[in-house]
């Protein structure tokens, strides 16, 4: 029985460049990849993540054969359950020296893994991801003595590591580090947004769209609208569509939502990064490039950097220092039950019901819906911390803990204490207004608190400051908000009180 290596491929590590398989020659190792019931139902996925994660599999197994290794592949259709099933199974049939394996995205699979080594007794070398650019003890000697953390720190340190966007002197191009001031205009429908182009699907995709299908028929996602790339070359494609079309209005409506469209200017790649498709400092390089060339502004290519080598990073740091902890939070004891309508969109507010159809449909909403629009319903209605992680972990194609868990547990549920956000993301029916034009097919009001047509975001605010206010008052950020409230005369706090909790009653009913 052979004694080679074993190195696991996890379906969010598709690159040749993994630190599992870099110094692997395809004489002393073999690959395993497998499909397995538990990875694709831990939570109830979104089918187009599925099937990007199964078909980009299939895809990379070529790569690797085409690279020389020996790969086994256990599909989805042999009933595999769980890593430690594919583990015994080939032990059992290939015989195995030692694991190893790139370190995972979630702390489950991470636990899962080495609770299979102690007790298969075969040793687990766990490889560094080095796709990512702070390497998770880098992140803890960063974070470690101080009182808070701030993205924007780390963000400098990085950009100087990396040198991105600095001048000659080692200063940041233009003298600033941060053009966010200029990435908030609403839409105003003034312009085109550029379409983008149907996939042709091959063989592999097609066979992977249907076993999807059959598979998985209570899932959400509209399979007929699958338009994902699933190897590097269509990954690429993709940036390079970005690049060409969108970068330069991306800085400016970043934060904008529109009726037009599902995505505006955003680049559609943070799927293909969490997978390895991508890799985050090519494509930054890429980006700085285009400005350097004169095809995108300042702003444009700030804007990008600093998601993905500022907050992209920032979040797996976070991650790896605060967990298993981390997913226990609760700091505002929210624990409202989550409405059905978050699994078919059925709600009556414009913004709320675009943003969750698109995600359910698509596995796809771009930040500000995911945070200013859903995130923001779910932190007013003090919706449980929990269901509301797990329904982003399921919905988007993106989602692997590692990113979604200080997301929506932290930056948009503020249940984290304020490790990841300095103050709530709380904010009413007006910002919506002004960031686009939902409200001008809405049936609600955002200039009305109180009242038929009243915009439910307006009274769930302001109830959201009145049950918060002693923790509230902690937070020199939050006074203004505080003020404002304490001005208004006791009979209409009490009026707006009654009406949020009648809102509440009715868009929360349990059916
Ligand atoms: P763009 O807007 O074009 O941004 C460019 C890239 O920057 C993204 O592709 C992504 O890699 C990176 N990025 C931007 N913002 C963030 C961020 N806050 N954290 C990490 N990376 C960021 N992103 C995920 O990849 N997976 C998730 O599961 C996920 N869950 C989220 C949940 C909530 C509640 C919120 C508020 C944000 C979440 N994000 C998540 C971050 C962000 O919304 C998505 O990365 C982005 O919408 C993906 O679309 P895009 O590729 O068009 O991004
Ligand atoms: C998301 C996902 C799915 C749906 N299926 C698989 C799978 O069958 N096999 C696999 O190796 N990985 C899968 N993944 C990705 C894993 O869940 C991922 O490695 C973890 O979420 C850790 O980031």
Redesign the pocket.
């Known amino acids: 029985m052979s004694q080679k290596n074993l190195i696991l491929v996890l379906g969010d590590q598709l690159t040749l460049d993994a630190g599992a398989l870099q110094g692997a020659t395809p004489a002393d190792c073999h690959v395993l990849m497998a499909e397995l019931a538990e990875e694709a139902s831990y939570v109830r996925h979104n089918r187009h993540k599925i099937a990007l994660v199964f078909s980009a599999m299939r895809h990379f197994r070529e790569e690797l054969r085409a690279a020389g290794f020996t790969v086994t592949y256990y599909a989805y259709e042999e009933g595999l359950s769980s890593l430690a099933d594919a583990l015994d199974r080939i032990v059992r049939e290939e015989g195995c020296g030692r694991l190893r394996c790139c370190q995972p995205g979630e702390y489950r699979v991470q636990q899962a893994l080495e609770d299979w080594s102690r007790n298969s007794g075969v040793a687990l070398d766990w490889a560094a991801d080095n796709r990512f650019l702070c390497a998770t003890g880098d992140f803890n000697a960063w974070a470690a003595g101080r009182k808070t953390f701030r993205m924007e720190h780390f963000y400098r340190v990085m950009r100087r590591r990396y040198q991105i966007l600095l001048d000659e002197e080692g200063e940041p191009e233009g003298g600033r580090w941060n053009y966010d001031r200029e990435n908030r205009a609403g839409w105003r429908g003034k312009h085109q947004v550029p379409a983008r182009a149907e996939l042709e699907h091959d063989a592999i995709t097609r066979e992977v769209l249907e076993l999807v299908a059959a598979a998985f028929p209570d899932n959400p996602g509209d399979l007929a609208s699958f338009n994902l790339a699933v190897t590097r070359a269509g990954a690429e494609e993709q940036l390079a569509f970005f690049i060409d079309h969108c970068l330069d209005r ?1 800085g400016q409506y ?1 934060d904008a939502l529109a009726e037009e469209s599902d ?1 505006l200017y ?5 799927m293909y ?2 997978i390895g498709l991508l890799c985050p400092l090519a494509s930054c390089r890429q980006v700085e490039a285009a400005w350097r060339d004169g095809r995108c502004s300042l702003a444009a290519a700030e804007g ?1 950097i600093r ?2 080598l500022g ?2 990073e920032y ?1 797996r740091g976070i991650y790896w220092f605060a967990m298993p902890e981390y997913g226990e939070r609760n700091g505002l004891q929210a624990e409202q039950p989550l409405p059905a309508w978050f699994w078919d969109a059925e709600v009556d507010m414009r913004c709320l019901q675009r943003a969750l159809k698109q995600s359910l449909d698509l596995g ?4 500000i819906q ?2 200013m629009v859903i ?1 923001n319903f779910a932190l007013l209605a003090g919706l449980s911390v929990r269901e509301v992680c797990a329904w ?2 399921a919905v ?1 194609v ?3 803990e590692w ?2 868990l200080p ?2 547990l932290g ?2 549920l503020f249940a984290d204490g304020g490790l990841m956000a300095s103050k709530p993301y709380a904010a009413s029916g007006r910002y919506i207004q002004r960031q686009g034009n939902h409200c001008a097919s809405c049936r609600y009001r955002p200039d009305r608190v109180t009242g038929e047509n009243a915009c439910p975001y307006n009274s769930l605010y302001w109830a959201f400051i009145n049950r918060h206010r002693a923790s509230l008052e902690e937070n020199p950020r939050m006074s203004l908000a505080l003020r404002n409230w304490d001005k208004k005369p006791a009979r209409e706090r009490e009026s707006i009180l009654q009406w949020a909790q009648r809102e509440g009653d009715r868009l929360l009913r349990v059916p």
């Open positions: 991306f970043q995505w955003h680049s559609l790649v943070s990064l969490n990008f998601q993905v907050w992209r979040v796809y909403a771009h930040h995911r945070l995130g982003y972990l988007y993106d989602a692997f990113v979604e997301n929506t930056m948009a």
